[in-house]
């Protein structure tokens, strides 16, 4: 659970500053409110696809919502993206940091996958 809870706090604490537009998800995200975090999440992946920031969360918000499977796609989705995965340009740490992204996804499987084995 420890685990869990620490990747969901990485993808929501990496991604705030990216989401920051999007401040409506964000919120929702925030407020636990996951159906509507996804619906928004989705419509911005739709117009970005291989956003990384936005395919965290979107996994987070699904894992949230008990959807591992498709989590962890989205995971493994972040893990095989060919561009550099900058999850905030304009953060200093994360530029200097460019497999935060990926680094977050892996996490987030871990996460999912110390689950499954309790179940």
């Known amino acids: ?37 996804e619906t928004l999440l989705r419509q911005a992946l739709a117009q970005n696809p291989n956003d990384p920031s936005r395919l965290l969360n979107l996994a987070f918000v699904l894992q949230n919502q008990g959807k591992q499977t498709e989590a962890a796609g989205i995971y493994q989705q972040v893990l095989k993206l060919n561009q550099n995965p900058l999850v905030a340009v304009d953060d200093p740490y994360v530029l200097s940091h460019p497999e935060r992204a990926k680094q977050v996804a892996r996490k987030g499987m871990a996460a999912i996958e110390k689950d499954s084995a309790k179940r």
């Open 1 to 37: 659970m420890k685990t869990f809870v620490l990747t969901c706090a990485l993808a929501a604490a990496l991604s705030a500053p990216a989401l920051a537009a999007e401040g409506v998800a964000y919120d929702a995200m925030t407020k636990g409110q996951w159906g509507q975090a």
